[in-house]
């Protein structure tokens, strides 16, 4: 059958969230490398801590601060509310064919998913470690589809934080989930430490 070429493109503030357990040691000897920490403001936060080789390595035995996430690793668009979601939803662009479409939010269809945690195997005393970047992104899907073009079968799953909103972690037209992004400017999120209810809140 003849497909079109449709192509999906939308622009958002795209998170990757990070949570890693510490022990109390661990907590310690961050915050003892981080002194400052609780007043990292502008590129502060890439010097100290997500650019930091060294540190990290002596910490936690790696390069990378991605990799320090053994609790949870959660990226996607991220929207602070539900409100603020239904109003992007409105922005994204459908091209079919090079022509643009108009598409009602309402059509789509979303799942909303509370991340597991893993909060049996902290102990009172532990911590979560929770860190990440905020880059500003264009996301685009350009998919082939055979007509009639149906927006029913456009999917979008979520993650939900309580703090942070709504994560989109996945995104596909009819199985079709091959995204690009175009990356902007990056901001990096203060690294603080959770108590081990806060998985437990999630569930309330």
């Not at 509310?81 to 269809?109: F, M, N």
């Not at 009172?124 to 992104?137: F, N, P, V």
Request: charged content about 25%.
């Amino acid at each position: 059958m003849k497909t079109t070429p449709l192509c999906l493109s939308w622009r958002g503030s795209f998170i990757e969230l990070c949570m890693h357990r510490v022990t109390p040691a661990e907590r310690a000897n961050i915050e003892a490398a981080l002194k400052d920490a609780a007043t990292f403001t502008g590129k502060t936060p890439a010097a100290k801590w997500y650019d930091n080789a060294s540190l990290l390595n002596s910490l936690f035995e790696t390069n990378n601060w991605w990799g320090i996430d053994n609790m949870d690793h959660a990226m996607g668009f991220v929207f602070g509310d539900r409100p603020l979601l239904d109003k992007s939803l409105a922005t994204i662009g459908y091209a079919l064919d090079g022509k643009t479409v108009t598409v009602d939010p309402e059509a789509l269809q979303l799942s909303f998913y509370l991340p597991e945690g893993n909060q049996d195997q902290l102990i009172d005393e532990d911590r979560i470690l929770c860190h990440g970047t905020l880059r500003q992104a264009e996301m685009t899907l350009n998919v082939d589809v055979e007509p009639p073009f149906d927006p029913t079968l456009l999917t979008l799953s979520f993650l939900t934080y309580p703090d942070f909103g709504h994560i989109l972690i996945d995104m596909d037209y009819d199985g079709h989930d091959e995204v690009a992004f175009t990356w902007g400017e990056t901001e990096y999120l203060t690294p603080r430490f959770l108590k081990k209810d806060y998985f437990d809140d999630l569930a309330e």
